[in-house]
């Protein structure tokens, strides 16, 4: 039986995966702003994986009985100051997702819940892929530096990154 706690609590999660989609999309933009093509593509990719994870806690509520309410998106931020600046942002972003699982994840063990800790134990991995991949290009930029020739490099090998759907 799915607790209104918990309801409530995954609802609140399916508007932070969109808004983590939106913000990502957002910065998409910023890349395509200035022709960095490969980081605009990773940052789509990285969007619509965002809307994937939000539409697994949908169905979830869907598949246990409950219901699906969908408040306001918050406004993303949409200029930065360089691209380290968003990597570094969206390092940050994921971090306190993951946080936030863990909170959903503790209130689901309080709970007895196991079905929704089935379900976060596929999110806990995966947040740890995100920050894995978000800070290793936080590194690459940061060694890089200011250097045209490593962003272009970045830029070339985040293109290559395959989309999910
Ligand atoms: Fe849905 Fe990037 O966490």
Do not use: C
């Amino acid at each position: 039986m799915l607790s209104k706690t918990i309801q409530e609590t995954i609802n609140e999660q399916i508007n932070h995966e969109l808004y983590s989609a939106y913000t990502y999309l957002s910065m998409s933009a910023y890349f395509e702003s200035l022709n960095l093509r490969g980081f605009a593509h990773w940052m789509r990719a990285q969007s619509r994986e965002e809307v994937a994870h939000a539409m697994k806690f949908f169905d979830f509520l869907h598949d246990r009985g409950g219901r699906v309410v969908l408040p306001a998106i918050d406004e993303p931020p949409a200029e930065f100051e360089s691209p380290l600046e968003v990597f570094q942002q969206a390092l940050g972003h994921e971090r306190k997702v993951t946080g936030l699982i863990y909170k959903i994840y503790d209130l689901a063990v309080k709970e007895k819940d196991y079905a929704t800790q089935a379900l976060l134990n596929w999110f806990v991995a995966e947040q740890v892929e995100e920050e894995k991949s978000t800070g290793e290009i936080v590194e690459h930029l940061k060694q890089s530096g200011n250097d045209p020739t490593g962003l272009l490099f970045l830029d070339k090998q985040l293109g290559e990154r395959k989309s999910e759907d």
